[in-house]
T-cell receptor, first 116, second 116 residues
Framework: GAGVSQSPRYKVAKRGQDVALRCDPI?????LFWYQQALGQGPEFLTY????????KSGLPSDRFFAERPEGSVSTLKIQRTQQEDSAVYLC??????????????FGEGSRLTVL | GENVEQHPSTLSVQEGDSAVIKCTYS??????FPWYKQELGKRPQLIID?????GEKKDQRIAVTLNKTAKHFSLHITETQPEDSAVYFC???????????????FGAGTQVVVTP
């Protein structure tokens, strides 16, 4: 596609519900990242995939957060038993680069999650 | 881990004037410093980046300077225009190792308002 696509753009969940956020990276991009952006703050790293391998999940705030990229393309971020503090914009970014090469990260528009 | 501090949090300038945003980082191993522009409700977009082996980089009205000794870097926008109004984020990361590639640590952001 022309850019990184995320869905849904907006999600309202009741506390305790499970949610799934989808990211379609730019075709051929090896690297995929998830970031969490709270209102008025900079994005915070959550997790990193290189193809289908999840190489870094150190930013996931709790075991309620789970991400996968089974075929090395589309990725899903799942949040179980949502809490109000999970309310944020979840940004996905991809890059064709990997390893040492410094490459640009292309961000999606984000999925805005509001937990009531 | 890396900590990035960004100042000021808001910046109001007259059209045509210059704008300067400053960031400091804590990890001397950081070697890649991108700047992102984010308009309200939109995705962050890379506007310029610099690697640690370069002290200054310029792209038309935008320039970035890096002082590795002092661990700070700055964004300079000259001849500001109303379309420069947005939130600007600095970031730092350590490139070159698989487990930390692309793990950008962002500053809190600077809201720039350019008044005609």
């Amino acid at each position: 596609g022309a850019g990184v696509s995320q869905s849904p753009r907006y999600k309202v969940a009741k506390r305790g519900q499970d949610v799934a956020l989808r990211c379609d990276p730019i075709s051929g991009h090896v690297s995929l990242f998830w970031y969490q952006q709270a209102l008025g703050q900079g994005p915070e790293f959550l997790t990193y995939f290189q193809n289908e391998a999840q190489l870094d999940k150190s930013g996931l705030p709790s075991d309620r957060f789970f991400a996968e990229r089974p075929e090395g393309s589309v990725s899903t971020l799942k949040i179980q038993r949502t809490q109000q503090e999970d309310s944020a914009v979840y940004l996905c970014a991809s890059s064709r680069s990997q390893g040492e090469f410094v490459g640009e990260l292309f961000f999606g528009e984000g999925s805005r999650l509001t937990v009531l | 881990g890396e900590n990035v501090e960004q100042h000021p949090s808001t910046l109001s300038v007259q059209e045509g004037d210059s704008a300067v945003i400053k960031c400091t980082y804590s990890d001397s191993a950081s070697n890649y410093f991108p700047w992102y522009k984010q308009e309200l409700g939109k995705r962050p977009q890379l506007i310029i980046d610099i690697r640690s082996n370069v002290g200054e980089k310029k792209d038309q009205r935008i320039a970035v300077t890096l002082n590795k000794t002092a661990k700070h870097f700055s964004l300079h926008i000259t001849e500001t225009q109303p379309e420069d109004s947005a939130v600007y984020f600095c970031a730092a990361s350590i490139r070159g190792t698989t487990d930390s590639w692309g793990k950008l640590q962002f500053g809190a952001g600077t809201q720039v308002v350019v008044t005609p």
